[in-house]
């Protein structure tokens, strides 16, 4: 089963007694939670004595079983959660979950979720083939198409009236990339400024409120940076992550600043135009936050190191949208470039 038909089933109180939620792509499962919670047990108070949530390396299988078998108390559903199975459990599972794949209690709705994927083996033995039979195995795989994106996103923000339209998406893709939290993230920041009245995401929106509050933090990090204490870099980085900004969004504003001091740097020094003019070149005016940190920036690094850190910047946007290096670990290496930049 795909993400956007668990999302259907569950919207339409079609849930199965089990699921196996698997893949690299956690946003997934947390959301796959969230959604089961809300739908099983939309009374909180229920919550409290219905919905289980346990880590598999914390926690032992006779104690997930006994508490699968409990009798949901005011309330028609339970709700167990198992973090993280270890791939060696579901290859080749102990009797005592087999048996209650077997034959789940009714009442209780048993979420599995494992970080890896399934494979064909999987589904032909073990815990996943036993599954197929009572319950639902859910592939959380990376989305690498923007339709599947577009659908996916739309499908998830069905309960709020609201729907992204498709160059909005291409535009919080570009931004972003094709992360579905990240993505997520800034249509909840466009619909909050909004007050919620909002129904539809257009460009003019992704424009005005997404990249307008990010750019403001950006600068300050501009600001950090010229003064080369990684202190001050750190407690602005660690402000956009507590914000809601994620790396994957944060590392393309950077990019494209870069490139925007690089222009201006070379006007100043090819053409001999004063830092106004050349501000004026990529859309800044004095008056604006920006031009500070522009007029920060330019007075501390050269033109070559510019042009060496849009070098930089390209590879490693290449290596991390290829997986080959966390995201976060982009924005930290470009960042060091130049607090380490001598002078």
């Known amino acids: ?26 946003y997934f499962k ?12 939309p009374d909180k108070t229920a919550r409290d004595f219905n919905f289980d949530n346990y880590a598999a390396c914390d926690v032992d299988l006779l104690t ?15 709700l167990v959660v198992l973090r993280n199975l270890p791939r060696k459990v579901y290859s080749r599972p102990p009797h005592i979950l087999t048996d209650y794949i077997k034959n789940p209690y009714q009442s209780t709705c048993l979420v599995i979720t494992m970080e890896k994927g399934f494979n064909k083996d999987d589904k032909k033995r073990g815990l996943i083939s036993e599954a ?12 690498n198409n923007i339709f599947i994106l577009h659908e996916i996103i739309n499908e998830m923000l069905e309960e709020q009236k609201v729907s992204v339209t498709d160059n909005a998406m291409r535009l919080l893709t570009e931004n972003v990339g094709m992360s579905v939290y990240a993505i997520q993230n800034e249509i909840e920041k466009i619909v909050s400024y909004y007050g919620g009245k909002i129904k539809v995401v257009d460009t003019e929106e992704v424009n005005e409120v997404s990249n307008m509050v990010r750019q403001q933090t950006v600068d300050d990090l501009w600001f950090a940076l010229t003064s080369r204490n990684p202190g001050d870099v750190l407690a602005v980085v660690e ?18 600043n870069i490139r925007e001091f690089a222009l201006c740097k070379g006007l100043m020094e090819s053409g001999n ?17 920006r031009y500070k940190a522009l007029e920060s920036v330019l007075k501390k690094y050269s033109l070559d190191f510019f042009v060496s850190a849009i070098q930089y910047s390209a590879e490693l946007e290449y290596q991390y949208k290829r997986g080959r290096k966390p995201t976060e670990s982009a924005v930290e290496e470009l960042l060091l470039k130049f607090i380490n930049f001598n002078c």
């Open 1 to 26: 089963m795909n993400y956007t038909d668990f999302i259907k089933n569950v919207r339409q109180k079609n849930v199965k007694p089990i699921y196996f939620i698997a893949g690299p792509e956690d």
């Open 273 to 289: 135009l004063a830092l106004q003019s050349a501000a004026l070149r990529i859309g800044v005016y004095e008056f604006m936050p």
């Open 239 to 256: 402000r956009l992550y507590m914000t809601g900004d994620v790396a994957v969004a944060v590392f393309p504003a950077l990019a494209r």
């Open 132 to 143: 197929l039979v009572n319950g639902e195995l859910i592939s959380c795989y990376d989305v």
């Open 30 to 41: 947390i959301d796959g939670v969230s959604r089961l919670v809300n739908a099983l047990l």
């Open 64 to 78: 997930v079983i006994n508490t699968a078998n409990t009798a949901p108390l005011f309330s028609e559903k339970r």
